[in-house]
């Protein structure tokens, strides 16, 4: 039973900031995709959102329950995007045993799309803490991305093709209002050091009932995305997620499924942030 906890607590762990941008997040084209101060990156409305996490369902009973939150806030300023966030989990599995693990996630991202900063804090009560600190620059004359870990150690790698966050987030609006019902791309976010994953994004019209004035009016969308790793030979997702996406960039539901559980969210908290009045 240990064995498979860590595989479910590898899952939880190598994605979880994934579960905030879409982040989030989570959150096209096989080139590099640059977001501009004068593309729609200003339909993204900046905001704080709090969300309710609970057990949906469990395979073969080996969670009895599970609780926790993330908090998401997202503001920008005319030079890039800076996300702050936080996830906190509590699992309880049958045999007893129980699991707590933290996230903390802050990362910088430029309006442009050419480079990104990160910084991970993550706590759980089976390994221990770990911490790491690093940044990205894309290299559009080599279709490259150059990762740099500066923190607790040098690492680097290069990757290619690979979109930030809110850039994979604008993609995904600007998709969804052209039409389009499926996107892949490969996403770097950097909470797994220096890996991409790659991602795959269904998109269908949903219907907008939000009870938070700032989404009333504004188109919705039910996004199914499944997060592959890079590997030769792997065609399983490792995790997916079904979102509540609106136009402006706020996700109201998730539903996470790790394998061997489903997590379900819920917006409970929301407070938008003012637009960066740029020239």
Not at 182 to 193: A, I, L, Q, W
């Amino acid at each position: 039973m240990i064995k498979n906890q860590g595989c479910q607590l590898y899952r939880v762990h190598g994605l979880s900031s994934i579960i905030m941008f879409v982040v989030c997040s989570m959150f096209f084209s096989t080139a590099p995709v640059s977001v501009s101060a004068d593309t729609a990156d200003y339909t993204l409305l900046p905001h704080r959102a709090v969300y309710s996490l609970g057990l949906k369902a469990s395979e073969q009973g080996a969670i009895n329950s599970m609780s926790g939150h993330i908090l998401y806030d997202w503001t920008g300023d005319c030079k890039g995007w800076v996300v702050k966030n936080e996830l906190d989990m509590n699992v309880a599995y049958s045999n007893g045993q129980s699991v707590q693990m933290a996230l903390r996630f802050s990362t910088w991202e430029a309006r442009d799309g050419s480079r990104y900063r990160f910084a991970v804090h993550h706590v759980d009560s089976i390994s221990g803490a770990s911490n790491f600190i690093g940044h990205a620059l894309r290299d559009d004359t080599k279709d490259l991305v150059r990762i740099n870990i500066t923190a607790p150690e040098l690492k680097e790698a290069e990757l290619e093709n690979a979109l930030f966050p809110t850039a994979f987030l604008t993609e995904i609006i600007q998709a969804a209002q052209q039409g389009k019902m499926s996107v892949n791309y490969p996403v770097f976010d950097g909470t797994t050091e220096l890996e991409a994953f790659n991602v795959s994004a269904i998109i269908l019209p949903a219907e907008a009932k939000s009870s938070f004035p700032e989404m009333e009016g504004l188109s919705a969308w039910r996004v199914f995305l499944a997060f592959y790793e890079q590997k030769a030979g792997s065609t399983a997702p490792i995790q997916e997620q079904s979102l509540l996406l609106y136009e402006n960039g706020v996700v109201t539901e998730l539903e996470l499924d790790f394998g061997e559980f489903t997590v379900a969210g819920n917006l409970v908290e929301f407070e938008a942030s003012q637009l960066p009045v740029c020239e």
